[in-house]
Structure formats: C-alpha cells, structure tokens
C-alpha cells in the first residue's frame, strides 16, 4: 500500500474509532462477566495459580532470552503508535503471543512459559515486559474494554516502592511470583525508580463476556487485528525475529 494512502487508512480508522468504540465500550461492560472496577480479584482467573506455581521456570527462560538486552527490541520500535507512552528505548518486550497468534520460533526458547501458556484461556498477546532503571511510562489508557491485562512479576527491584504501577485509584507494587489483573481503560502510569530493572510476564487477555457481548468482543478483536496498526505490529515483530 502506498505511503498516502496508508496514512488515509488510519487518519479514517482513528476517526471512526473515536465514534465507535464508546459505544462498543458500553456494550461491553453491561454484558461483562466481571464485575466494572480497575483491578481484579485473582480468584476470578482459576488458570493463574498455574502460572504463579511455575514463576521461577518462567523467570529462568526469561533470564535466558533477556541476558543481552540489545537483541531484545524496545516497545516503541514494535509498535510506533506506542511512541507517546514508549518515551525511550527503555521499555523493551520479548514476544511469545502477539495480537492473537503464537510466535513460535520464541516460543521454541521458552518452551516452558509457552506450553503454561497453552493453557491460557482467551490470550491475546504475552511478553516479557522489561523496564529498564529510570523508565517511566505515562499516564494512559488502553484501547478497548474487550481486553484486560495480566502481570506476573519475574524480577522486581528491591526497593518495590519505588518500582511501581498506579491504575485508577490503585497503587500497586508488583511481588515476585504473584500477578495482577487490571482494567486497562482506566488510566495508569508506570515507573522504575529504581538502579534494577523490573521484568513482567505480561499478558493480554480477551474479557471474559456474556452473549451477546462475546460476539460484540470477538469481532472488535478481529477487526482490530486486520487494522493497519497490528499489521504494521506483526512486520516489525517479525523484522526482529528474522534478525535474532
């Protein structure tokens, strides 16, 4: 696609987004199977306790991958539409999942962490989230409330109060084996104040829903995935694979 008119397509993507997805939004959160509020109980996610009891094989693959941190590509060069809240080359993301679909030569290296994925219900996308000391994302919100994202803290900084996330009215210190599950809609802000960098399994995960909100949510998904803004996502994704 030519240069103009793919910068089109998303000017009228953004634009229709805009109008749009409010009113998804509205649809979705009444027909939620959650409960409306910033962060969720872990009970509500049986397959957690799996993740939480396997953490340590899970950091040892992430260790492994993560050693050289100049092969590992920063969030930004994934995704530029990040760039805002991707501020520098600080907050840097090892892909196993992305937007829906299994990146298996990264998988092959974690082949752990991938088959405890496996088991995910509903994934979308799962990472290793690196902040590097001094990082900080903005105040932000997420796109849509057909997905919620999950932490599973690998490598957290000793000083886990200067190392921390605030989402809506929460402020929350990520623990070493344990994770948390939010409502990224609700507008969060992230920092590494701190001389250790901080490491997250992150996941990205479909919101579990009633019919017909599950339709309502699938198909925003599938569209969301033939969006320029994924594609562009996926070769840049891919780009650093093929370099590896």
């Known amino acids: 696609m030519p240069i103009a008119q793919h910068e089109r397509t998303r000017a009228a993507l953004i634009w229709?987004?805009?109008r749009l997805l409010p009113v998804i939004d509205r649809a979705l959160t009444r027909f939620s199977a959650l409960e409306e509020r910033a962060v969720h109980a872990n009970e509500q996610f049986p397959?957690?306790?799996?993740l939480e009891d396997n953490w340590q094989l899970i950091r040892a693959e992430a260790d492994a991958v993560l050693r050289d941190l100049r092969t590992v590509p920063p969030v930004r060069a994934i995704s530029p539409d990040h760039e805002q809240i991707a501020v520098d080359e600080r907050w840097r993301s090892f892909f196993l999942w992305g937007y829906g679909l299994r990146w298996d030569r990264n998988c092959r290296r974690c082949p752990r962490t991938a088959a405890l994925l496996d088991s995910v219900p509903g994934l979308l996308s799962a990472f290793f989230s690196v902040l590097e000391p001094g990082a900080h994302i903005p105040r932000h919100t997420g796109p849509t409330k057909a997905i919620l994202t999950a932490h599973l803290g690998l490598r957290?900084?000793?000083d886990r109060a200067a190392c921390h996330m605030q989402v809506g009215r929460h402020d929350l210190a990520w623990q070493e084996g344990r994770a948390?599950?939010?409502?990224?809609?609700?507008?969060?802000?992230v920092w590494n104040d701190t001389d250790e960098a901080r490491v997250v399994l992150l996941m990205q995960l479909k919101r579990p829903e009633r019919f017909p909100g599950s339709l309502v949510r699938d198909?925003?998904?599938a569209a969301m995935r033939r969006s320029p803004?994924?594609?562009?996502?996926?070769?840049?994704l891919a780009g650093w694979s093929d370099g590896a």
């Open 16 to 18: 229709t987004g805009l």
């Open 47 to 50: 397959w957690l306790a799996g």
């Open 156 to 158: 957290v900084p000793r």
């Open 180 to 189: 948390i599950v939010f409502d990224d809609m609700y507008p969060h802000e």
């Open 219 to 221: 198909g925003l998904i």
């Open 229 to 236: 803004f994924v594609q562009d996502g996926l070769r840049n």
